[in-house]
């Protein structure tokens, strides 16, 4: 009897520990104060996307019409997603994820399976493969479901392609930090299958369910003016969980490594010792998207997508301590450089600069064109960006500029950085930039602007930055034609480093619009009552000359126009899904074969 009893006072408990309405109305105003405070694309959302984040009516009308504190973080979610910003999400105080053990993604408009775990489903129970449709879960067709899920697929995407295509991964992989009613799965689903001989199947398929489900936001007491308070006497600190993610393992496509290099997963960040009084530049120059699980389409991963080329000759790679891989691969009779750069967050930021300049010299010596992989790539430190670029561009060039939302905490932060800077006897160049920031920012707020004009990130100027030279002033950067392949997770920084190679004419971009996530994220505590916490962009990248993205009025920005291709090339097809990216490297061959010959 007791062991009926004790969940139903459990589940009794849980149905009436919900926030007030009074409490939901003040976590969303809190929300909504914290992007109209801060947030920086306010006028390009409202102008071009269509959202006016001041009009809050419609969504406090949803608010007060939740019935449990899910629905409510459902609202919040929604709210911040319809930003479509990259670097924007709300996020829940949960650590719960569930997986259906195996992954999909969009291809040629299709919902494919690209892998499958086989420790958990075998073939001989479960047949299907990798190339092999899903046309539905649970009843829902593919398409229903991907249309439900685009609010909470991992963050809002400034693209329409990354959107459909996270939401498509958020059918078999869920998280509740993202996604409210993730823990609303049941211990299996039904999926029905389409074979690549036409025939559909129906299989039921385990859940892998790993932390604790988030249901409730817990009850609390509001405030009030009278002399008494129903608080309970005893107050219990809540732990600190992490948030590890649900590692998909024993993918059917994981075992082997067609490039023969290191494919583990990436290596923690070192801890870089640096002055106080750079903390808040070093936070400045990073934008970064919210990690996509490892595993996604190759997101993050050392490796590159598709197969090597014919021919394809590894350099960097085999080792742990390679930040990148790199090698060489024949196109007719040109010898062609490439290298994958899989982060702008390397382990060690000296030694990827090392490595890349001593890749840089080799292939300036032995190679006809370089080939630059930052598909999947999730962005980082936008100065690595521009060591990196000093490298491939041989004359002086603009770098990152930012147009950042004025407010009294940036004067506090540049205002106490400055003087640190001054008493430590830093370099002027910081001197210098943090006196920039700081008349800047005041003059923004004085001029009730709320957003200053254009600053340079990673030094005093961000024009005429200098190709990299020797001791002797001899230029170390490459000189000979360069491809750059890019899709729709080319993030943040990634799109920044390639928006520069195009802004100065020195790379042909080849593949696919990259996502649009223009602008520094700051992590803040969003809500007080329900807990959640919200990335809010805080900046806008502007780029060296106006460009004309196709759905976009003309801008200098990269938010959601993103940096479109010179030669567009989608590598989300079915044939590059089954035969290791065949067609796609066929292709951009082609095109450095083109290159070469134009002496480009």
């Known amino acids: 009897m007791l062991r009926r009893l004790f969940p139903m006072l459990f589940l009794g408990s849980a149905a009436f520990a919900q926030l007030s309405q009074d409490q939901k109305v003040t976590d969303f105003m809190q929300l909504v104060g914290l992007y109209v405070k801060n947030y920086e694309p306010y006028s390009w959302k409202r102008d071009v996307i269509g959202f006016d984040l001041y009009n809050v009516k419609p969504w406090l009308d949803r608010v007060k019409q939740t019935a449990d504190d899910i629905s409510f973080y459902d ?18 105080p949960s650590d719960f994820q569930a997986y259906l053990n195996f992954r999909v993604d969009i291809y040629d408009g299709i919902v494919l399976i690209d892998s499958i775990d086989r420790s958990a489903l075998p073939s001989a129970a479960y047949p299907f493969q990798r190339g092999d449709e899903l046309v539905s879960v649970d ?7 991907i249309n439900a899920y685009i609010p909470y697929a991992a963050n809002g995407s400034g693209n329409t392609s990354s959107r459909r295509r996270l939401a498509a991964d958020a059918i078999t992989l869920r998280t509740q930090a993202f996604f409210p009613r993730a823990h609303e799965v049941g211990n299996t689903s039904v999926i029905v299958v389409r074979r690549q001989n036409g025939n559909l199947e129906t299989y039921t398929v385990p859940w892998r369910k790993l932390g604790t489900p988030l249901v409730t936001a817990g009850r609390v007491p509001s405030p009030v003016s009278a002399a008494h308070l129903d608080v309970p006497q005893t107050l219990r600190r809540r732990p600190v969980l992490g948030r590890g993610p649900l590692e998909p393992a024993g993918d059917d496509d994981s075992a082997v490594n067609a490039w023969g290099a290191w494919s583990g997963p990436p290596m923690d960040r070192e801890l870089e010792a640096v002055p106080d009084y750079l903390k808040p530049l070093r936070e400045l120059q990073t934008m970064q998207a919210v990690e996509v699980p490892l595993g996604f389409s190759g997101f993050g991963a050392p490796t590159p997508v598709f197969n090597p080329p014919a021919g394809f000759r590894l350099r960097l790679g085999a080792s742990q301590s390679d930040q990148f891989l790199s090698g060489t691969f024949p196109v007719g009779t040109s010898s062609v450089g490439f290298i994958r750069i899989p982060t702008m967050a390397p382990a060690s930021t000296s030694l990827a600069v090392q490595q890349f300049r001593s890749e840089i010299a080799y292939f300036n010596q032995n190679t006809d064109a370089l080939v ?4 999947r790539n999730g962005g980082g430190s936008l100065c690595y960006v521009e060591n990196l670029a ?14 950042i939302r004025a407010t009294n905490f940036w004067v506090e932060v540049y205002s106490g950085s400055l003087y640190n800077a001054i008493l430590s006897k830093a370099d002027q160049w910081v001197i210098d930039v943090y006196s920039l920031y700081l008349q800047v920012v005041q003059q923004a707020l004085h001029d009730n602007r709320a957003s200053t004009g254009n600053l340079p990130i990673c030094g005093p100027n961000f024009e005429g930055i200098q190709p ?20 729709e997770f080319t993030l943040s920084a990634a799109e920044a480093f390639t928006m520069i190679l195009q802004d100065e004419n020195r790379a042909v971009i080849f593949g696919t619009r990259t996502d649009g996530g223009g602008g520094n994220p700051g992590a803040y505590n969003a809500t007080a009552y329900s807990e959640g916490q919200a990335r809010v962009t805080r900046t806008l990248v502007t780029r060296a000359r106006q460009v004309a993205t196709p759905g976009f009025p003309p801008s200098h920005y990269l938010e959601n126009t993103g940096v ?14 089954l035969n290791g990216g065949r067609s796609f490297i066929s292709a951009f061959s082609d095109a450095v074969a083109n290159l070469v010959s134009q002496g480009h």
């Open 372 to 375: 630059i992989d930052v598909m």
């Open 564 to 577: 479109y291709p010179d030669i567009l090339n989608d590598y989300a097809t079915k044939d590059n899904l």
């Open 75 to 92: 609202v919040c979610v929604q709210y911040v997603a319809a930003l479509q910003d990259s670097h924007d999400e709300f996020i829940l």
């Open 139 to 145: 009843g829902k067709p593919v398409a229903d479901l």
């Open 468 to 487: 990299a030279t020797d001791a002797n002033g001899n230029n170390l950067a490459y000189t000979k034609p360069i491809l750059v392949l890019t899709d």
């Open 390 to 403: 000093q490298y491939l561009i041989p004359h002086p060039f603009r770098s990152i500029a930012y147009e």
